[in-house]
Structures are given as structure tokens and as C-alpha cells.
């Protein structure tokens, strides 16, 4: 028998099952997070299930972060909803504007390495940077952990990304994820986990991992799993909820692909309207006119995404008129950062609009919608028609970078022509 | 498989057909309702399928049904039109997982060669059109996800079990 990859191995742990890729085993998780998108239709579906107390509560945690704040009357029922039930099981939840889930659970600790998480959300293979097995569920999966703390799952096979070089001036972990979209299309990894490795995963930091770990999801991958490193033990000291045993591949285990990237060789990249794989250079699209420009999202609302479009716009000498650039931080924590180091008042001097810790203007469920027509260049991970609320309007997904850049000239511009 | 054979009308879609599209996050918003939600099936891709779609018609797509967003909604939507099955060349895992845990039958075959209206027969192990007496072969499922099916999804098996049944160690797929 060959050796075992990461998934085969965290899924062997816990399932207590020797198991293999293509096996269906029942795990036991360490965590399990829903959303206000995902938990009302669970905590209906765990009462149909006859449910009356929930499995350990301390595992579970829910975060209201897809409608922050409440839009109208409906969605504030859901949350209401929530916070009755999860008062009454004793389960934590993250209020409107703390954020969103996916980064709650990175910055509280919970997502671990050689742990399992699952997360009602697809956006749940970010854990993955930390070397613990994410992956997204539905709401029944997370009425059935409610009931047993158990989810069924197929164990996948793994496609090897081996990473080389190191990434240039102007090039992020965005176009990395782009680079990889582009290679394996929108289903390339689907039912599969995508692994990490090779000598340029050192050079990325934390922030950058969780950047591709979240967008591996985008093109049909389980999970995106990282080795634990000396940056993954830096990140998690202080943090961490409890002790934690990291999990590497083995040698001689099998993948069903390997890929490799260049870093090195990378150029700023862009998604087009409307499939995350109709990836192109950016100089592709420059020059096609932007009217709104948002910078957030579990893939792009980080303090190194801030860091990096604020640098770009004062290069630039700001926001250019007829651009309206929305601002809306991952976190409190990002948020409360950015207000400390002067970030936030630099996007306030430059007139953009600041939106509530949260999923935001992502999904259209709240936050600024675009107008008919109107071209959006975003941070986000998703450009489906209608994605932002509005099927009008055409979305472009870039570097929090190319993002600024395009801000300040008020078309798509390559963040290169400013900073050099 | 225990079912007897479904036999429907195609419905049939493209590739990528994202959860979006099938039923937008803004009017989950507003209901969680199927009977409401499955006013607004596909709209965004296809305005007059609300109007048109019967119980037991088949929804057929290509490559990648289901990607993007893991919400549940995408598939009781579906389940709330009545529809018993969706066909297609390869399924988001979210989608196929949720489809699973509904009672909505996901298979996995070579849609090409099927048009818009055709009748088409579920069997064991295969697709017929009764259209033209085209045939298919379908992945069969693994024994775990055919037990949730059989039994009408995730809260019916867990009514009914109260718990998940532990597996053998070699019972792969």
C-alpha cells in the first residue's frame, strides 16, 4: 500500500477507520460553524430529526455574518432565531459585526492543524491553510452534528500543487489562486482535496495561505490543505483552543495530478464576467471603465489586503471620481488593526464607503448592490451573474492591488504601472 | 437500487449551472419555504421555468451542476418542484452532498445526447430516453449515500436511526 496523504490521514483520525481515498467513512469533528445562510434551516431540520439537546455545544458556533446587519424584517427573524437557540444549547455565537465566520474561526483558534471543521458555508476549505482538513457542508449535515457531533464523508483524492519561487513585486496570493483557477478550470479538483506543497509554500506567510486555501473551493476542491510550519505554530501561539498534533504526507503517498507553479513567473491576473476561470493577464481587461471597486470578503477583507490597496491608492493619489470603493473588513479584529495602524482613516480621507465586519456586499444579501451595468472589480472569490445582488452587473476578480489600482484611474489598471 | 424506476421529463441545462442560478441568495432572503422558493427556480437563467416546470419532470445538465455557494436551498428548491432526480455529467460535491441528505437523487451520466422534453426512464443501473430508446450507464452510489436516499434524506435516517449507522472498516466504494 502506498502512503497516505493529508486528507487520507485526518480522516483516518477521525473516523477511526484505516482509510483510503474513494472510502465513506463517519467522522467525528472537532468544530462545526453555520452561518445565518445555513443554521435557520438547520435548527428546523434538527427538530424534525426529533433533536432536543445538542452534541457538545462548546463545539459548535455560529456567526451572523451573511445578513450584517439585518436588511428587513425577515432576515432579522433568522437571526432572533439563532440567538434563542443558541442561548438555549449553550453554543456560542459571533454577533452581527464581529465578522465573518471562516475568520472567526482562524483568529479564535479553532481551526487546528491536523484537525477536522467543517463549516456550513463553502468558503470553510480556508481552515486548510492551518493544516486542518475545512470543508463546506449543508444545513442537514449540521442538524445531524448537532444531533451526534458525526458527519458522513468521502475520503478524497488529492491533487499535489507544488509551489516553487518566490512570488514578485505586485503579484499576490490572489493571482497564485487565479493562476491555479485558470489551470484547472471552475470542476478540476471537484470531490478532491488540493495539497500544497514544494519550497515556495515557506515564503508565504499565514494571510497569504488562507488566500488559497479559500479559493480552492472555486474550483470544486474539498479541501485545501497546507503542512503546519514554523508560521502556522507563530500564528497559533496564544490562539490556539487546545493542544493540536500537525499532519504531514507521507512520502510515497499517491495524487491523482501534480502541478506545479512558478511563482516567480506570475503576472497580476483577472477574472472575467462571470466564471472565476475565464482568467486572463490583467492587461487583458485595462482599460474597461470601473464604477465600484470592493475590497473585503473571507478571501480579500484581511490586514495585509488592506495594507496593500491602501499603499497602491496613496501612490496613486486616491480614488478617482465616478468610483465608489466599499471597504469592508473580514473582522473586528482586521477592523480594529486597521483602525489602530491609520489604514481606516486613509480609505475614510479618500471618500470610501466602510461597511459592517462581515460577508458584506459578496453575495448581494446586504451591503452596497451594484447598478445595472455596472463594472465591479472585487477582492472576492466569486463572479457569478448575480452574485452581488444585481444579474446587471459584471464583476472582475483581481488583487486586492490591481483592485486599488483600478480605483484610482477608474478603469481595470495593472497595480504595476503605479508602484514602479 | 429498492426504488421503483422515476420516469420524468427532461429539463435540460448547460454546464456550470451555479447554486445562484438556480435559486438566488436574495429571495432565500425573504423564505426559506420551498413551495415559495421553487416560484423563483432558475430565474436568473431561465425566467419561464417557474411557470412551466411539473412535478416529476428530471432536471438534466452538463459538466459542474451546483458549484459555487453550498446552499441547501439550492437543492429543497428543487426537491419543492417535485423534482426526484438531476442528471448530469459531473456534480459540485456541496450540491451532490446536499442532494444526498434531501432524498434527491444525483447521478452522474453522459447528458449529451439528451434534449429538451425528452421522457426518460431512471433504472437500476442505467438512463433510458424513451424518446428515442437511447440508453446510459449511471454510477452506481455508494451503499452509505443509498441508505440516506432511500430513506427520504438526513432527518428522515436520523428519525429513523436516531444516530449514524457505523460502517465496516472495508466497506469501500
Known amino acids: ?126 481552515y486548510g491553510a492551518l493544516n486542518c482538513f475545512g470543508t463546506g457542508i449543508g444545513s442537514s449535515d449540521l442538524a445531524a452534528i448537532f444531533m451526534g457531533g458525526e458527519i458522513w464523508l468521502r475520503v478524497p483524492e488529492s491533487i499535489r500543487v507544488q509551489l516553487t519561487g518566490r512570488l514578485q513585486p505586485s503579484v499576490y496570493p490572489k493571482d497564485v489562486a487565479l493562476e491555479l483557477a485558470r489551470l484547472l478550470g471552475a470542476d478540476g479538483a471537484t470531490y478532491q482535496t488540493i495539497e500544497f506543497a514544494g519550497p515556495g509554500v515557506g515564503a508565504l506567510d499565514l494571510e497569504d495561505r488562507l488566500v488559497l486555501s479559500n479559493l480552492t473551493v472555486e474550483m470544486g476542491a474539498k479541501a485545501g490543505l497546507f503542512r503546519a510550519d514554523e508560521r502556522t505554530f507563530e500564528y497559533l501561539g496564544g490562539r490556539a483552543r487546545e493542544p493540536f498534533e500537525a499532519v504531514a504526507p507521507d512520502t510515497d503517498a499517491h495524487y491523482s495530478r501534480e502541478i506545479e507553479i512558478s511563482l516567480d513567473e506570475l503576472t497580476p491576473l483577472v477574472a472575467l464576467p462571470h466564471l472565476v476561470d475565464r482568467v486572463e493577464p490583467i492587461g487583458e481587461a485595462c482599460g474597461r471603465p470601473v464604477q465600484m471597486v470592493y475590497l473585503g470578503t473571507c478571501t480579500g477583507g484581511r490586514v495585509r489586503d488592506f495594507h496593500q490597496a491602501r499603499d497602491v491608492l496613496k501612490a496613486a493619489g486616491g480614488v478617482a471620481a465616478g468610483v465608489q470603493l466599499v471597504v469592508t473588513p473580514a473582522s473586528r479584529e482586521v477592523l480594529e488593526t486597521i483602525t489602530r495602524d491609520g489604514t481606516l482613516v486613509d480609505f475614510i480621507a479618500m471618500g470610501a464607503v466602510i461597511g459592517t465586519p462581515g460577508c458584506g456586499s459578496c453575495c448581494g444579501t446586504c451591503g452596497a448592490i451594484p447598478g445595472d451595468g455596472v463594472n465591479v472589480i472585487s477582492t472576492a472569490n466569486r463572479n457569478f451573474k448575480g452574485r452581488m445582488g444585481n444579474s446587471e452587473a459584471f464583476i472582475y476578480l483581481a488583487s486586492p492591488a490591481s483592485c486599488a489600482a483600478s480605483a484610482a484611474r477608474g478603469t481595470i489598471t495593472d497595480a504595476r504601472e503605479i508602484l514602479s | 437500487m429498492k426504488a421503483p424506476a422515476i420516469e420524468g421529463r427532461a429539463r435540460v441545462f448547460g454546464d456550470d449551472v451555479n447554486t445562484d442560478y438556480i435559486i438566488t441568495s436574495r429571495r432565500k432572503r425573504e423564505s426559506l419555504d420551498p413551495r415559495v422558493l421553487r416560484r423563483y427556480l432558475f430565474e436568473e437563467l431561465d425566467p419561464g421555468f417557474a411557470a412551466t416546470v411539473e412535478p416529476g419532470d428530471l432536471i438534466v445538465a452538463g459538466e459542474n451542476f451546483g458549484c459555487g ?101 472495508d466497506e469501500r466504494r
Not at chain 1, 465513506?24 to 434538527?46: K, Q
Not at chain 2, 444525483?106 to 437511447?134: F, H, M, Q, Y
Request: glycine share 12%; aromatic share 6%.
Open chain 1, 1 to 126: 500500500m502506498p502512503g497516505k496523504t493529508i486528507s487520507e490521514k485526518i480522516l483516518s483520525a477521525k473516523s477511526g477507520v484505516d482509510a483510503r481515498a474513494g472510502d465513506v467513512v463517519v467522522c467525528r469533528v472537532d468544530g462545526a460553524m453555520g452561518t445565518d445562510g445555513s443554521t435557520p434551516m438547520a435548527i428546523d431540520y434538527f427538530s424534525a430529526m426529533g433533536g432536543t439537546r445538542v452534541h457538545d455545544p462548546g463545539r459548535v458556533v455560529f456567526a451572523l455574518d451573511h445578513y450584517a446587519p439585518a436588511p428587513g424584517r425577515a432576515t432579522a427573524a433568522l437571526h432572533q432565531q439563532m440567538r434563542e437557540f443558541a442561548a438555549r444549547h449553550h453554543i456560542h455565537l459571533w454577533d452581527v459585526g464581529e465578522g465573518i465566520g471562516h475568520q472567526l474561526i482562524v483568529e479564535s483558534g479553532r481551526a487546528l492543524p491536523g484537525g477536522l471543521v467543517v463549516g456550513a458555508d463553502s468558503h470553510a476549505v480556508t
Open chain 2, 69 to 169: 455557494s453550498a446552499m441547501e436551498v439550492a437543492v429543497t428548491a428543487v426537491v419543492g418542484a417535485g423534482i426526484r432526480a438531476v442528471l448530469a455529467r459531473g456534480f459540485s460535491r456541496t450540491y451532490y452532498r446536499n442532494a444526498v441528505n434531501n432524498g434527491l437523487l444525483p447521478l452522474i451520466c453522459d447528458t449529451r445526447g439528451i434534449r429538451e422534453g425528452d421522457r426518460l426512464a431512471i433504472e437500476r443501473a442505467c438512463v433510458r430516453d424513451l424518446s428515442n430508446g437511447a440508453m446510459w450507464k449511471v454510477e452506481p452510489l455508494p451503499e452509505v449515500m443509498r441508505e440516506i436516499i432511500e430513506a427520504g434524506g438526513l432527518v428522515e435516517y436520523f428519525r429513523k436511526n436516531g444516530r449514524f449507522r457505523v460502517w465496516a472498516a
